[in-house]
Nanobody
Framework: QVQLVESGGGLVQAGDSLRLSCVASGRTFSNFYIGWFRQAPGKEREFVAAISYTGSRTDFADSVKGRFTISRDSAENTVYLQMNYLKPEETAVYYC?????????????????WGQGTQVTVSS
């Protein structure tokens, strides 16, 4: 079973940048695509971004397109989410997750493996 661990969260000011990391265990990491989700207090889990097996395809929520980037280092079994020009409303727990099917559908139910989450707090 794949295990995912997020890191890189913290407290930043509005307009600052932050890079999150998602490290996957096992040699099967290349068989999954990775998505990032976030959940703010009192709100539903929200899709943020995803990256394909090879890193050749990416998908971003409209709210973050142009500000966030996602990349994959298969050799290190790591996916990065670079978040730029962060906004206070993006304060949330950020999760990475792995899936094998459903690329582009942004359905959290298709992601079978989840990390523990990392807190991102953006102050105004």
């Amino acid at each position: 079973q794949v295990q995912l661990v997020e890191s890189g969260g913290g407290l930043v000011q509005a307009g600052d940048s932050l890079r999150l990391s998602c490290v996957a265990s096992g040699r099967t990491f290349s068989n999954f695509y990775i998505g990032w989700f976030r959940q703010a207090p009192g709100k539903e889990r929200e899709f943020v971004a995803a990256i394909s097996y090879t890193g050749s395809r990416t998908d971003f929520a409209d709210s973050v397109k142009g500000r966030f980037t996602i990349s994959r280092d298969s050799a290190e079994n790591t996916v990065y989410l670079q978040m730029n020009y962060l906004k206070p409303e993006e304060t949330a727990v950020y999760y990475c997750a792995a899936a094998t099917t459903g690329w582009g559908k942004r359905d959290s139910s298709r992601f079978h493996y989840w990390g523990q989450g990392t807190q991102v707090t953006v102050s105004s």
